[in-house]
């Protein structure tokens, strides 16, 4: 990282960790506008949300404040995709389907989740809350996903994943298609992965791109 | 001894004949009444048969109340969805409007158009309402009723959802104080109206004065001013339940609020320190949480609370609870047995 892109990294932690939304999205854009793409993401977002997510994995900074770090990466993102001159590379990366999982409602770890994997370069697509398990396999396929993430936040939901699990195998797609689950319980109770079917979790959103790639590589993608 | 009698001992820090001891058994009764839970959360005579097998099966010393606190949120305007093991769920949010009526915008009040008589009217709240009363009958005398409702610094996120809440917490003030304020409102006229009905206390998972969750400037800042203001004028004694998170660290922010008479904890809270933190006034609760029963065999449960036990054996203000959220449906009876058991032994 060169010395404007450290001090730019230093000015964006200090922002997101206050919750100034608007300030780190100055910040961002300016410099979006002054070195394209590619630098902006990876020279500065990137390492700014594992700086963060690494504090978050240690419980030392909140909930709100990993969601202000969604908001910002959702908000370059939207900007991006909002340029004239297009923006190769970002949006037509490997494709990730994510979804509550059938009964569950609580989106908000899925949305965040979606954010991060779009900075990490990943073709998102959200299938919001409630999704039955065939939903889940038949856009994996449409889609040509190598992965799919589930969100559920409580025990009950969380075991309607075994359903996608059960999908996958019985169209024959478990070395095609890993699944990867998420939510509250499940950092709760790591052994829940298992019971379900899962085939890897992450502890925190910002962990999940890492997890993503480590299944996408599994399935071969 | 009665369940009521432990209980007020423990409130006036005498030992009784034992522990108090409970288990959040709300959702399971529907289980042990073999009553649909579409049924079993509108109907509060439904309610009260699951919950006289509960203290038929088990003989806790507290009999709660529903938790389903979804219901509150659709007197606000929010859908819910209906499962067949687990407690009523938002599944639409409600709109701004739905929620405040004509009062709509940020910084307009509603609260010469709130009515309490007519809220408390909504299914939700006369269900909750009516299934104290027919507990408090039931239960007179033998055990105290606890009433289960939704913190006010919590409402909007269950009303509109968490990412709506943090949205206008974090950047829009002066909607929160809006929602805060409506808020307010229907947690002292629900809680007025659940200690009418003999509800002994009300608990109140607490989410959103979590440092964890919205970080401890906001926590000291706008929550803790708030929820002082709201909980000096509870019309019943409330118990600060730890939510989903240990209280342990964070206790001393809340030391110091009004109207609470006990503090519901994580089961990996350390309660010697609770204990060291909150002085000898409150009430301490918990020992095991309750989600987790379901997948920890007899013994384990029986190890997890001897060691409660013998943390907690020279406080006299300590109630065996579980903590969390409530046993699940597909629990073992006998995991409740020997959870309970080793809690009153």
Request: glycine share 10%; proline share 6%.
């Amino acid at each position: 990282m060169n010395e404007p892109d450290a001090d730019i990294s230093e000015r964006l932690y200090a922002a997101i960790l206050a919750a100034r939304r608007e300030e780190a999205d100055a910040l961002l854009f300016e410099f979006l506008d002054r070195e394209g793409t590619e630098a902006t993401l990876r020279g500065v977002l990137e390492p700014v949300l594992a700086r963060i997510g690494e504090r978050w994995g240690r419980d030392r900074i909140s909930l709100a404040v990993a969601y202000v770090a969604g908001k910002v990466a959702e908000d370059l993102i939207e900007r991006i995709l909002s340029r004239a001159d297009g923006t190769p590379g970002l949006a037509q990366g490997r494709a990730a389907v994510l979804g509550n999982a059938e009964d569950d409602y609580h989106g908000l770890g899925r949305r965040m989740v979606a954010a991060f994997l779009r900075v990490a370069g990943w073709r998102v697509v959200d299938l919001g809350c409630d999704v039955l398990p065939e939903a889940f396999v038949d856009a994996a396929l449409a889609e040509g996903a190598s992965v799919v993430g589930v969100s559920a936040m409580m025990l009950t939901n969380a075991k309607n994943i075994a359903a996608v699990r059960r999908e996958i195998d019985r169209r024959g797609l478990g070395s095609r298609i890993k699944l990867a689950v998420g939510g509250a319980v499940f950092v709760m109770r790591p052994e829940l992965v298992a019971e379900v079917g899962g085939d890897g979790s992450a502890a925190t959103a910002m962990e999940a791109p890492a997890l993503f790639e480590r299944l996408a590589r599994e399935a071969g993608a | 001894m009665t369940g009521l009698e432990r209980v007020g001992a423990a409130l006036q820090g005498r030992f009784a004949d034992r522990r108090a001891a409970t288990a959040t058994l709300s959702l399971y009764g529907a289980r042990l009444a073999g009553i649909a839970l579409s049924r079993y959360y509108r109907d509060p005579e439904a309610y009260r048969l699951g919950q006289a097998a509960v203290v038929e099966r088990f003989d806790p010393d507290i009999v709660f109340a529903p938790f389903a606190l979804a219901l509150e949120a659709e007197a606000c305007g929010a859908g819910l969805a209906f499962f067949d093991k687990a407690p009523p769920n938002v599944r639409k949010p409600a709109t701004l409007e739905g929620f405040l009526g004509g009062a709509a915008e940020p910084g307009a009040e509603e609260a010469g158009s709130f009515d309490a008589a007519r809220f408390l009217d909504e299914p939700g709240p006369a269900y909750l309402l009516e299934s104290i009363r027919l507990l408090a009958r039931d239960n007179a005398g033998s055990r105290p009723v606890a009433a289960i409702l939704t913190c006010p610094c919590d409402l909007p996120a269950l009303v509109f959802g968490l990412d709506a809440w943090l949205e206008t917490l974090l950047f829009d003030p002066p909607r929160a104080e809006t929602l805060l304020a409506a808020a307010e409102r229907r947690f002292l006229a629900l809680a007025e109206a659940c200690a009418e009905a003999g509800a002994m206390f009300a608990a109140m998972p607490v989410m959103f004065a979590q440092p964890k969750i919205i970080g401890e400037e906001l926590v000291k800042a706008q929550i803790i001013p708030y929820i002082s203001r709201v909980f000096a004028r509870a019309p019943c004694p409330l118990v600060f339940h730890h939510g989903a998170n240990p209280l342990g660290e964070i206790l001393a922010l809340f030391k110091e609020l009004p109207g609470i008479a006990g503090f519901a904890m994580d089961e990996r809270d350390d309660f010697r320190r609770a204990r060291s933190v909150l002085g000898p006034g409150p009430l301490l609760l918990g020992g095991v949480n309750g989600p987790l029963v379901e997948g920890r065999g007899p013994e384990r449960l029986r190890s997890m609370v001897a060691a409660v036990r013998e943390a907690t054996a020279d406080d006299p203000r300590y109630v065996f609870a579980t903590g969390a959220a409530d046993l699940p449906y597909d629990t073992d009876p006998g995991h409740i047995d020997a959870l309970l058991g080793a809690a009153r032994a």
